[in-house]
């Protein structure tokens, strides 16, 4: 037999044979039908981003002002003179007198003054900004949320034992930034307002 016919047949198809036709894969519309099971790649794109690595700032007054009547400068004035006429005439501390006045005057001074609107920032990484002041977190152990009527403040307690501590205000719809920021860094704790503070509002200081 030659060689070259067995070659020539070997390559050549056998009569009758019909080519098989290559099969269609189906590609699927939607793209993400081919990413293989356990792809984390769609999670990621549909995880909700951290707010709390976005600082938060907001504006609100330094303090609640009260407006007062005139019945109590007149109330306040009598206790003041009240208190001069028991000094000079049971105590006879001329000290006293004059503590009284000054108080007097810086109370007189406080009140009338208006409150400034203060501009505050608060970052998980840096602190607390009231205005151009700067509070870092660390210099705090703890934080709590007070309503106080109509207001809501925050107020951060200090770990100095007789260091004061550091109270803001702020508008309700930034509150719940503002706990899950703090809540990253201190933990917190159910405050409410004290003897002196309530004092404090009730004489409308």
């Not at 400034?116 to 152990?141: C, M, N, P, W």
């Not at 004061?164 to 503002?178: D, H, K, R, T």
Request: charged share 25%.
């Amino acid at each position: 037999m030659n060689p070259d016919e067995d070659k020539k047949n070997y390559w050549e198809k056998p009569e009758g044979s019909q080519e098989q036709p290559t099969p269609e894969v189906e590609t699927p519309d939607n793209p993400e039908e081919q990413a293989p099971e356990g792809d984390l790649s769609r999670d990621t794109d549909n995880a909700q981003p951290d707010n709390t690595d976005t600082p938060v700032t907001w504006t609100a007054q330094e303090y609640v002002h009260i407006d007062k009547s005139p019945m109590w400068f007149v109330i306040f004035i009598f206790v003041v003179l009240a208190l001069i006429a028991i000094d000079l005439l049971f105590l006879k501390s001329y000290t006293f007198s004059a503590l009284v006045i000054v108080m007097a005057v810086a109370v007189i001074i406080y009140t009338r003054r208006p409150p400034r609107a203060l501009t505050y920032a608060l970052s998980i990484h840096q602190g607390l900004y009231v205005g151009e002041k700067l509070y870092h977190l660390d210099e705090f152990k703890s934080f709590g949320l007070i309503k106080d009527g109509e207001h809501h403040s925050i107020m951060l307690i200090p770990r100095k034992r007789f260091s004061l501590g550091v109270s803001v205000y702020f508008p309700e719809e930034a509150g719940e930034q503002i706990v899950d920021i703090l809540g990253k860094r201190l933990p917190m704790e159910d405050l409410k307002l004290d003897v002196i503070d309530v004092v404090v509002r009730k004489l409308r200081l």
